[in-house]
């Protein structure tokens, strides 16, 4: 089995490695191919992780490439893990829409927009040679804004699943607050990427008992403060949302906090360079502490149980992933992409049946998915009044002021991302 990843040089890299090695068993890789433009971070991600492998007595061969065809030639699954523009483009994403006074965050709003427009082309790009290597290769995207790239992935025709980490990390927390194991924890979790809700929390499956109301109860202060949000509101709902929720539910608080101190870019760009330093250490042979600081937490293990079903080697049977909605959701199109549990396999990924939804969510999930409707029109062929128009959608920012303003700013920053502009 080989697998490559493209974006190995990231930093989120030995995470990853971690995870396979850990979880041979259930992945058997034979050859791992790390991709990547910026051959020195990659030479440093790159020794790391065959060290990783070494420690762990994996037998896996670790290979590097700055050449996307070379790497993905003959790969079984391709994982997509990129940043176009790094950090710099990021740290952008995050402030100049806070000038407007809208919330900046590099997968929601105006910065989510800016990524989409970025990414979505590179990634296209990135997947046909992928179809003309192997067109029975599977796509995992989990690159931002995941949505919107796998539903470009699927709309043109590719075989591509989109993966986030934020239900693994939901599934882990509860599992750890009923002292049960991870595995017994399934999660009613339902909406798009970024925008989603734990409805029920069910323990053995399923369709096993719903102990939501008792973690509300017993952990409710715990839960919200995880997420940011008062004790009250969770109540009120008796859900448990996304912390991305936090973006909608406390707009203004959260704009006025982030206009006080340093974007979350700076804060991982610096993270990157002690990290970067970390790797080069010949003797260091096992991810460092500092990365669970960086992000993406039990993405590994997603990643493993993800590829292990699409490949038909095992895996979890239902997953939490972004596919497309195939009328899961009646009041979305079908071929929105949705983030909801799924039964996975070789064919790919088929979403289980959802009750109605409030349409305290239902409202927010069809309005969101107007706008990346709007966001891939605009990514796909490019245009001002395009980017006009997906802003003016979006339900952070929503008035003709504010989605003047943001426009300008956005192709102004990102000029050179885009061929149109």
Known sequence: MKLAVVGGGSTYTPELIDGFARLRDTLPIEELVLVDPAADRLDLVGGLARRIFAKQDHAGRITTTTDIDAGVADADAVLLQLRVGGQAARDKDE???LECGCVGQETTGAGG?????????????????????NPDAWIIDFTNPVGIVTRALLQAGHKAVGLCNVAIGFQRKFARLLDVNPSEVHLDHVGLN?????????????DGENVLPRLLAEHGDAIADDLRMPRQVIDRLGVVPSYYLRYFYSHDEVVRELGTKPSRAAEVAAMEKELLAMYGDPTLDEKP??????????????????????????GSPV???NTYNNGTLPFLPDD??????????HDGATPL?????????????????????????????????????????????????????????????????????
Do not use: C, M
């Not at 800016?114 to 003309?132: N, Q, Y």
């Not at 970024?194 to 399923?206: K, M, S």
């Not at 992000?295 to 095992?314: C, I």
């Open 95 to 97: 402030t100049w829409p």
């Open 113 to 133: 927009l800016a990524k989409a427009l970025r990414t979505v082309p590179v990634v296209l790009d990135i997947a046909e040679r992928v179809r003309r290597a």
């Open 194 to 206: 970024h925008l989603t809700w734990e409805l029920g929390v069910r323990l053995g499956g399923p």
């Open 289 to 314: 502490e500092l990365l669970a600081k960086r992000g993406g937490a039990f993405y590994s293990e997603a990643a493993v149980d993800l590829a292990a079903s699409l490949l038909g080697n095992g």
């Open 319 to 321: 997953q939490v992933v």
């Open 336 to 345: 929105a992409v949705i983030e909801v549990q799924a039964r996975v396999g």
């Open 353 to 421: 049946a959802v009750p109605a939804l409030d349409p305290l969510y239902a409202g927010l999930i069809a309005n969101v998915t107007a706008y990346e409707d709007l966001a891939l029109e605009a990514a796909l062929r490019g245009g001002r009044d395009r980017v006009f128009k997906a802003l003016l959608a979006h339900p952070l920012i929503g008035q003709y002021e504010y989605a003047e303003g943001l426009t300008d700013r956005l192709i102004a920053h990102n000029r050179e991302h885009l061929a149109w502009a």
